[in-house]
C-alpha cells in the first residue's frame, strides 16, 4: 500500500513538474513575441523612420559596438531604393559606412546563421579596404568617404565619394600651362592679369565637382577611383559623347 503512494507521489511530482516547465517556456515565448512585436524609433544616423524590436535595439547596439571603426545608417523598409539612389550623399569621417535595413537587424538578431552570414561580410569588407586602399597610392586623397550596402540576397556592394577636381591630369595640365608660360613673357602677363580680376581660367575653378563611384567588389571600385583621378572618368576609354553623359550624373554635396 505504502508502495503505490509513493508512485502516485513520484507521479504527481513528475506532473506538477512538466507543467511548471511547460508554463515557463509559454511565458518565455509569451515574452519574446511580445519584445518583438514592440518596435521602438531608433538612436543615431537613420534614413526614413526605422523601427527595432528591443532585441533587435540590444543586437544593433552591440554591432555598432563591436564595429566601431564603421558608421551605420539604419534605413527604413520603405525608403532602402531611395537610400541606394542617394548613397553618396551620405558621407562619414570613419572608416567605412554601412547602409543597412531595418529588416536585416531583425534578421541578425533573430537568427544566428544570418548574423554570422552578415558579420563576416563585414569582417572582410574592413580587411580588403585596408588591403587595397595601398593601391591608391597618392589617389587616396582625393576619396572623400567609403561606403557599402547589402542587398536582400546578401550580395554586397561597394561605394566612394571622389573629388574629381583634384584629378592628376588637371594637376599636369596647370603644370604645363605654367611652363608655357613662362617660355612666353607675354602670356605670363596676360594669366598674372587675369588673375588680379578674379577670373576663372575654364572648368578649373570649380573646387565642388563630387562624384560617387559604384561597384561590385573592392578591386572594381579601386580602379575606377584610380581612373577618374588620372583621367578625369571611370572609364577611360569612353567615347566623348558617354563622357558628356557621364557628366550629367555628377552633382556638388
Known sequence: MGQINNNSAVTSYASEYSYRTEQ??????????????????????????????????KY????????SNMDFILVSSAMKDEAER??????????????????????MAADENIRKKYEGI?????????QAKKSLGSNADGVKSYGMTI??????????????????????????RAERAEDKKEAAKEAAEKRAEGKKDGPDGNSGNYVTVTANSWSELFRKINNIMTTGYEDPHMTR????LGQNFDYTL
Open 151 to 176: 542587398d536582400d540576397h546578401g550580395n554586397a556592394s561597394f561605394f566612394a565619394v571622389v573629388d574629381k577636381s583634384l584629378a592628376k591630369q588637371r594637376d599636369r595640365i596647370e603644370q604645363k
Open 24 to 57: 515557463t517556456k509559454k511565458n518565455e515565448t509569451a515574452k519574446e513575441a511580445e519584445s518583438t512585436a514592440k518596435k521602438h524609433r531608433v538612436s543615431g544616423r537613420t534614413i526614413g523612420e526605422p523601427k527595432l524590436s528591443e532585441r533587435a535595439q
Open 241 to 244: 559623347q558617354e563622357k558628356a
Open 122 to 130: 563585414l569582417d572582410n569588407a574592413v580587411m580588403q579596404l585596408n
Open 86 to 107: 542617394n548613397k553618396g550623399m551620405y558621407q562619414s569621417s570613419k572608416e567605412l559606412l554601412v547602409l543597412i535595413d531595418e529588416d536585416k537587424i531583425e534578421q
Open 60 to 67: 544593433y547596439d552591440k554591432l555598432r559596438a563591436k564595429y
